[in-house]
């Protein structure tokens, strides 16, 4: 059986290496609305990827299907059970024996860990490193659509989350969340969502650096109508 990886916005090539050693070839959904990019035609015609594009021409068929995961989400686990009820029938459809998860989205790769061991799944699941830009942003579609002025200032949300790992050994994290706040405060073209600092099994926000678990920051910021996510280890 083929790997299954979902790359949303980008794959990189380390990943592509890393799949390539390991199999012969590895399928990639790219969304039907973004166009295939250089790279991944390059990786396909080389016979190392599989490019498919689920849904291409029919976005009112997939618009009904999430429609359907939505309502059933909501009548059986509240909105916060859509993402699960998605993950879970992709899951049981394709039988991947490895799925991977970008590690920007932190809370959703723990989410999915925990769905995979309460469903007794057999599968691995992969986070995939962060991939940055020169100035520290971290790779996502969603920078595109970022005006020229909140482009430029993007940085500073990478750049705030290696401050506030430096000087945690000056703050609790109490202290350290409220650093951080303060600082967003002083962007008026920024909007601080939430910044926490939690351990990376279940998202639980840490008290004392002495707590003996992996610790992650992790950030969402609104930069006009975009929303932006990051994280950084503590430990």
């Known amino acids: 059986m083929k790997p299954i990886y979902f790359p ?3 794959i990189s090539k380390p990943v592509v290496d890393a799949l390539g050693f390991c199999f012969r070839q590895s399928v990639v959904y790219q969304p039907a609305r973004f166009t295939v ?3 991944l035609e390059n990786w396909s015609q080389d016979g190392v990827l599989e ?7 029919d976005e009112e068929r997939l618009a009904a299907i999430l429609k359907d995961y939505r309502e059933w989400a909501k009548l059986h686990h509240g909105s916060r059970g859509l993402q699960n009820a998605f993950t879970r029938k992709l899951f049981e459809t394709v039988h991947p024996q490895r ?5 920007k989205d932190f809370q959703q790769l723990v989410i999915v860990r925990h769905l995979v061991q309460e469903l007794r799944l057999d599968l691995e699941i992969v986070a995939c490193p962060i991939v940055r830009e020169k100035d520290g ?7 595109l659509l970022l005006s020229r002025e909140h482009r430029k200032i993007a940085p500073f949300i990478h750049q705030t989350l290696q ?3 430096e000087l945690r050994e000056s703050y609790s994290p109490s202290d350290l ?3 951080v706040i303060a600082e967003f405060d002083q962007q008026p073209l920024m909007q601080l969502e939430y910044f926490e ?3 990376d099994k279940a998202l639980r926000p840490v008290k004392e650096w002495s707590e003996n678990v992996n610790k992650v920051g992790c950030i969402a910021v609104l930069l006009g109508e975009i929303r932006l996510i990051d994280n950084l280890f503590f430990n």
């Open 177 to 179: 969340k409220a650093w």
């Open 37 to 39: 990019s250089e790279n």
């Open 8 to 10: 949303f916005t980008h």
């Open 197 to 199: 600092i939690v351990e």
């Open 51 to 57: 490019v498919r594009i689920p849904f291409e021409g």
């Open 99 to 103: 799925a991977y998860f970008g590690q």
């Open 137 to 143: 942003l971290a790779l996502s579609s969603r920078n």
């Open 163 to 165: 401050k506030a790992y």
